[in-house]
């Protein structure tokens, strides 16, 4: 399988925002963010796509400080604070795809986050979870149904 190339969007720490084509294999997160890097919050469901940002420890490590993230975060990560670059990334689709960011998607997000056609994505993707979360529960009941079978 290829290495899936995909769109996300660097929000850097001084208030800019731009698109970036990111190859999402080994090591890809140092290669973008320069270290090692950790989920900032909650995934943003409306988006489908998860916030990262270098880890707390490799920013102490680091000989000059890095400046606070001057980006008004919109929920569900509007109480975090960052240091540096974050990174938006988009998450695997329902076919362990990931799918582009666009940086209009993310401007038209952080306008407006009640708009309809996020508030249906977050309704579609908290459905999708829930199905996988019974799938996975059905799958356990017959684990259980063939050790019976074994008794």
């Not at 890097?37 to 469901?45: K, Q, S, T, V």
């Not at 000989?63 to 938006?88: F, K, R, S």
Request: aromatic share 4%; net charge negative.
């Amino acid at each position: 399988m290829a290495t899936p190339v995909v769109k996300c969007i660097v929000l850097k720490a001084d208030g800019t925002a731009a698109e970036k084509d990111v190859t999402l294999s080994e090591g890809w997160e140092t290669r973008e963010l320069g270290g090692t890097i950790m989920e900032l919050g909650e995934a943003i469901l409306a988006l489908n796509c998860q916030a990262y940002v270098l880890d707390p420890e490799e920013i102490e490590d680091q000989e000059e400080e890095l400046a606070v993230n001057q980006h008004t975060l919109p929920q569900p990560i509007d109480d975090e604070e960052a240091q540096g670059d974050i990174l938006l990334v988009p998450l695997r689709n329902n076919d362990g795809v990931p799918e582009s960011l666009s940086l209009g998607d993310w401007k038209e997000y952080c306008e407006n986050p009640k708009a309809p056609k996020f508030q249906e994505a977050i309704k579609r993707r908290m459905q999708d979870a829930q199905d996988d979360e019974d799938d996975d529960d059905d799958d356990d009941d017959e684990d259980e149904d063939e050790d019976d079978d074994d008794d």
